[in-house]
């Protein structure tokens, strides 16, 4: 009996082993850089959910198409790139990143923060594998960012239109004293 609970212990931990994101030398990208730069975001863009959101798109998918390059095993959102699987995933990610982020924060503040944690970041990952990474995240930051630049986002209105109020037979309408209306038809 306990020889079978120490083999379905064995077992569990080897597969959370074999399924963990990050061991010991692997510089795959885990949640956590991700996270970071969601979070430096998030506490250095203020003001309209409409800018927000744009500002989260574009950080998210140079994140993700970044690691995509390096990784190659899904299909990116927009940048095509293939790029060396030497090369760190994580500075992938945390370069482009720091660089979109640049591209959407002008605060003094928010720039030397951004600056501090690609730094803290970076210094984790191996000379070549962090030089390579950097290559791809700057690469895929710059491309998302150009595609964005005459995107409409400056003349957008965020606003949605007003909606006509329906005059079909058995819709309610909004009235003018606000209460509702209404009529028998028959």
Known sequence: RSNHWLAVAAMLFTSILATSPIVA????????????????????????????????????????????????????????????SAASAEAAAAQAGHDVFFALIVSPEGRAAADTALLARLERIPPAARWRGTEVGRKVAAEIIASRQNDGYATANPQPPTLAASTLPGIWRPTASGAYQHSNMG
């Open 25 to 84: 030398g692997d510089h795959r990208p885990g949640s956590e850089v991700i996270v970071e730069w969601n979070s430096l975001l998030q506490q250095f863009q203020a003001g309209q959910p409409f800018p927000q959101s744009r500002g989260y798109a574009m950080l998210h998918v140079a994140m993700a198409d970044a690691v995509i390059a390096i990784d190659g095993k899904y299909e990116p959102f927009q940048i095509r790139m293939r790029a060396s």
